[in-house]
């Protein structure tokens, strides 16, 4: 069976919770634990694409698995094209729409497909994407951090070579703020790029209040200081701010990209492949970053970020938060504060013995 004529035989789904490295703590919520859907799209070549879906809450698990069973019927038996499997799935649910639970999972099985087609032909997926692998920049994501706790901490992401750190902020007032960014700024020095995440938690007017007061030091950006839908509150924030707005996480599928866009309300973007529409999505999205001139960044899903960053023209920060790596028998390598992608597909293999002791 020759690549080019690879059809879909299975789609498997399996959840998991995830222990993290470290505690996840924002301003809207702790995650204790990861939880994931695994999904495993099988091959008459029985070549299998894998993928993994990040549910935030274990409520998630659940529904997100019986949605698999049923995407299962619509695609099994048809070739393994990602962006024609992911036009003939947005034209099935066009009036009840992709965002939410069906979204994530749309856009999973459209990284298996991916992964699979990538693997039949023995290459990385950014070579079929028309890149090469190259090391792409990484940031160290954390959670809310206490500089005095957790310098043990962010002194090992500087001896790992990583030359960006992001931390969550917004657990309290403003003079908490300054206290947290002013401790981890004397931790990691002037010449290491440092992100706040507010992770939605603030007003329009107290967001600018507190970008003109955190301006001093020295903010790569301010990520998402209020709701993420609120298009017009984040461009009032960008008119007034001396640091750059980033957002992009939540954003659904590249339409809610191009009405971001249209509204102004950032200066640089980072989408989620989970809620972009996948791999087959993003590419459409680095067209818009393109056309607008802004860098473009990505959100968590290291292994796939990887694949889609080299061959995105505005290509600014790999997020680097390991969602994934305690289940997989192969997870990513940060050399020099950079990841490379790894193949052949997006380089994502099971750890099945880990596999099964957190499954849920």
């Known amino acids: 069976m020759s690549a080019e004529h690879l059809k879909i035989q299975d789609l498997k789904a399996r959840t998991v919770m995830v222990p993290t490295k470290r505690p996840l703590r924002t301003a809207s919520g702790s995650i204790p634990a990861v939880p994931l859907l695994l999904l495993d799209v099988e091959t008459d070549a029985g070549v299998t694409g894998s993928a993994y879906v990040f549910g935030y809450a274990p409520i998630t698990l659940a529904p997100m698995a019986a949605i698999s069973k049923s995407l299962r019927e619509m695609i099994v038996g048809k070739p393994v094209a990602p962006a024609e499997r992911a036009r ?3 034209a099935k649910f066009r009036l009840l729409g992709r965002q939410g ?3 994530m999972v749309l856009s999973g099985l459209d990284m298996a497909l991916w992964d699979a087609l990538a693997r039949a032909h023995d290459v990385p997926v950014v070579q079929l994407l028309g890149g090469e692998k190259r090391p792409v920049p990484a940031y160290d994501s954390y959670g809310i951090v206490d500089p005095k706790e957790n310098r043990v901490e962010l002194e090992a992401s500087l001896a790992q070579g990583f030359k960006a750190i992001k931390i969550k902020v917004g657990d309290g007032d403003l003079a908490h703020d300054v206290k947290t960014i002013a401790g981890v700024r004397e931790i990691i020095g002037d010449d290491v790029a440092l992100m706040i995440d507010y992770n939605q938690s603030l007003t329009v007017p107290e967001a600018i209040r507190r970008a003109e007061r955190l301006a001093e030091f020295d903010l790569h950006w301010i ?3 209020v709701a993420a839908e609120d298009l017009a509150g984040h461009a009032e ?3 007034a701010s001396p640091i750059p707005i980033q957002t992009g996480e939540n954003w659904w599928f590249p339409q809610d990209m191009a009405h971001a866009i249209e509204a102004g309300a950032c200066d640089m973007a980072m989408p989620d492949l989970m809620k972009i529409g996948g791999i087959t999505a993003w590419q459409r999205a680095a067209g818009q970053a393109e056309a607008a001139s802004i860098p473009m960044s990505s959100h968590l899903f290291i292994e796939a970020s990887a694949h889609v960053l080299p061959v995105t023209p505005t290509c600014h920060w790999l997020e680097y938060l390991d969602a994934a790596g305690a289940i997989l028998a192969d997870p990513p390598v940060v050399q020099d504060g950079m990841v490379a992608a790894c ?3 997006l ?3 099971w750890d099945e013995s880990a596999v099964e002791r957190h499954a849920v």
Do not use: K, T, V
Request: avoid cysteine; proline fraction near 11%.
């Open 223 to 225: 990520e998402e200081p």
């Open 101 to 103: 639970l069906l979204g």
């Open 343 to 345: 193949g052949p597909g």
């Open 237 to 239: 924030i960008r008119a």
């Open 88 to 90: 003939e799935l947005e």
């Open 347 to 349: 380089g994502i293999n």
